[in-house]
């Protein structure tokens, strides 16, 4: 039986989508681009999640297929596919298997960011305020 402190978290967390801590602070600090972020996404979607199977937070998918997938050029999702690789989030198993790196961790971590949080907040309205001067 649950908590009833971790029944609250659930509840007050309902509906929002978990990342990991580092790939919050790849998006704030820009390290990470857009479309890299956009294919990390799509990776963690099609990923396997059954507990039973070997490839637990794994892809059996290659940057080719992927630009099948999105219908865009196979440079492209190389490079981005490149981009997910250098910064740690994927990890290339064999040829055409990938997986994501602290996957269970990013499914299953019910101790979230409070701290986190707050810097999120206050990073993103730091980022409002300098647009706001900026178009002033």
């Known amino acids: 039986m649950k ?5 609250i978290k659930e509840k007050r967390t309902k509906g929002f989508l978990k990342f990991p801590r580092k790939l919050i602070e790849l998006v ?3 390290d990470v681009s857009d479309r890299a972020f956009s294919l ?3 990776i963690i979607n099609l990923a396997v999640y059954s507990e ?3 490839y637990y937070g794994c892809l059996e998918l290659n940057p080719h297929n992927l630009s099948e997938i999105f219908s865009k050029s196979s440079n492209t999702v190389s490079k981005n ?3 997910l690789l250098s910064l740690g ?3 290339k198993v ?3 298997l990938i997986e994501v790196i602290n996957f269970k961790k990013l499914f299953d971590d019910t101790q979230y960011m409070e701290e986190a949080s707050s810097d999120l907040v206050n990073k993103v309205s ?3 305020g300098e647009i706001s001067h900026m178009k002033s």
């Open 89 to 91: 989030l994927i990890n």
């Open 52 to 54: 039973n199977s070997s």
């Open 81 to 83: 596919f490149n981009e």
């Open 3 to 7: 908590s009833k402190a971790l029944r």
């Open 94 to 96: 064999d040829k055409d």
């Open 126 to 128: 730091k980022m409002r």
């Open 28 to 30: 704030l600090s820009g």
């Open 40 to 42: 990390y996404l799509v």
